[in-house]
């Protein structure tokens, strides 16, 4: 129960002195029931001893004659409660007014914090100070509001009084002697009733800004939504396409170890049997050799039957000998062509897997490459534009000399295109998009230098509504349509000129 007691006096600040604005010391009571140390209420009524009449520093309460002090045993009690559970009663440092703080208007000396600003008054009141508009009828109906440093703004700057008044017609706060002055005939109403006013307003206005707030949030929130979704998706994607990528590289890593292993053992196998001919070639050759020897001593032979006896046997022999070698180089020959034949058929199966693996628009792009057309070689008529990579028919005469195509409407890119490449374009009307050799000449008769009706170059053609592959003026049909974007692939890695465009191929993009 003491320490209940002790918490309230620390929280409510009841064991301070208003006058030391201390910690009591020996409390005393006065007849209107506020406290205070013993020397302090003294001190202060000697100086009214002249009056005879003695007042309380608060509440402002008269007595006479000068009431008789007797210690407070409960607040003393209290007191050395405070001392032994080492709390203070005083107020701290922070009660005081600092920089930035409202101060009581009231207290002298060290002023405390205000907690309250009456604007009837129009003055700020520490905890101790504010306690007569509590219990004095007179103060009763005061505004109290939060400690404001702005009270003087309240008051009329010309007639010093409170401006209790609004005047709708020049948005101002004036007095009662404005209304009558400079603001007579305009439309004024009370504060009070400005402010309710202008409050549904603000009601309203925090309703719409508060609705836009929910109305953001949820855009917010599916945007969020949104974002997580695409993240999901690009996810899985990228998930997706390293598994396919990591089976892809699976697959050709086993491809190539299979494909070396075959021509390992192939290797092997053949080797092994061009070693076995050339052993045995090789020991025919010792047994020419071994015979050549003989033949050589037989000619030194001065026995003439002797020389012809061995001779029949020894040229019998060396005709089996030279029949057995034939043969065996003979067969040395067939065997290196059949078996290399075989190996360059494998490997050439393995370019051809590799080739087969472009099957969508995103792998041919790894192989694609900027074509821009060359302005000296195209027809007096065509106009190229878009960075030379957009060529339009105009049918306009050109008087000056031109080096460009002259009896066709034709122009070749600047670039020479070599290994795999890949390019899109897009066509209307009658147009063809060709792969040619360039040989340097860019006039002659239609059927030698057109595109297609030649044997040096292949186009894709389109033309009343059909599209196909023109050469050497044949016209093969091909399904798809006469406007849309092709793309088209060439693979061509030094083989020959009819290789190179055998390889030529395009599709939809």
Request: charged share 25%.
């Amino acid at each position: 129960m003491a320490q209940q007691g002790v918490q309230l006096v620390h929280e409510t600040g009841c064991g301070c002195c208003s006058i030391c604005l201390d910690s009591l010391k020996d409390p005393v009571t006065i007849p209107c029931g506020h406290s205070y140390c013993m020397t302090c209420i003294k001190s202060f009524w000697d100086k009214e001893d002249e009056k005879e009449v003695y007042s309380c520093p608060q509440c402002r309460n008269s007595f006479s004659p000068r009431p008789v002090l007797l210690k407070n045993t409960m607040l003393a009690d209290l007191e050395e409660e405070l001392k032994k559970t080492g709390l203070q009663a005083a107020p701290a440092d922070h009660c005081y007014a600092g920089a930035g703080d409202v101060a009581c208007d009231v207290c002298t000396g060290r002023k405390r914090k205000a907690c309250k600003s009456c604007l009837q008054c129009l003055a700020s009141y520490c905890e101790t100070h504010f306690q007569p508009h509590f219990d004095a009828a007179t103060f009763k109906k005061h505004k109290l509001v939060e400690p404001s440093k702005k009270l003087q703004e309240n008051i009329c700057s010309r007639h010093g009084e409170v401006m209790k008044l609004f005047c709708r017609t020049d948005q101002q706060s004036i007095c009662s002697l404005c209304s009558v002055d400079e603001h007579k005939g305009h439309d004024t109403v009370s504060a009070a009733a400005e402010r309710t006013e202008r409050q549904r307003e603000l009601e309203g206005s925090r309703l719409n800004i508060q609705q836009r707030i929910q109305d953001g949030e949820k855009e917010v929130k599916l945007l969020q939504q949104e974002v997580e979704a695409v993240n999901g998706s690009a996810d899985k994607a990228v998930e997706d396409s390293e598994k396919t990528f990591t089976e892809l590289i699976r697959l050709v890593q086993k491809r190539s170890s299979d494909v070396k292993q075959q021509l390992r053992s192939q290797q092997e196998r053949e080797v092994s049997g061009v070693r076995e001919l050339q052993e045995k070639l090789e020991q025919e050759i010792s047994e020419l050799k071994r015979r050549d020897a003989e033949l050589k001593l037989l000619s030194h032979t001065e026995d003439h039957n002797q020389f012809l006896k061995k001779y029949s046997s020894l040229s019998q022999y060396f005709g089996d000998v030279a029949t057995a070698v034939s043969e065996v180089r003979d067969k040395l020959q067939e065997v290196l062509m059949e078996k290399w034949s075989k190996m360059l058929q494998t490997v050439t199966e393995v370019e051809t897997l590799l080739s087969h693996q472009l099957t969508t628009r995103e792998d041919f792009l790894w192989y694609a490459c900027h074509i821009t057309l060359d302005p000296k070689t195209a027809h007096p008529w065509m106009i190229l534009s878009e960075g030379n990579r957009k060529v339009t028919n105009m049918e306009v005469s050109v008087s000056k000399k031109h080096a460009g195509f002259t009896h066709t409407y034709q122009v070749l890119s600047k670039e020479s295109l070599t290994g795999r490449c890949y390019w899109e374009g897009k066509w209307d009307a009658i147009i063809t998009i060709a792969v040619t050799n360039k040989d340097g000449s860019n006039s002659g008769p239609y059927h030698e230098f057109a595109f297609g009706y030649n044997d040096k170059s292949w186009g894709l053609d389109s033309r009343w509504g059909y599209v196909g592959v023109i050469h050497n003026t044949k016209f093969t049909p091909i399904s798809g349509d006469s406007s849309l974007r092709v793309g088209v692939y060439l693979d061509h890695y030094g083989t020959s000129t009819q290789q190179l465009f055998k390889n030529l191929g395009a599709g939809r993009v």
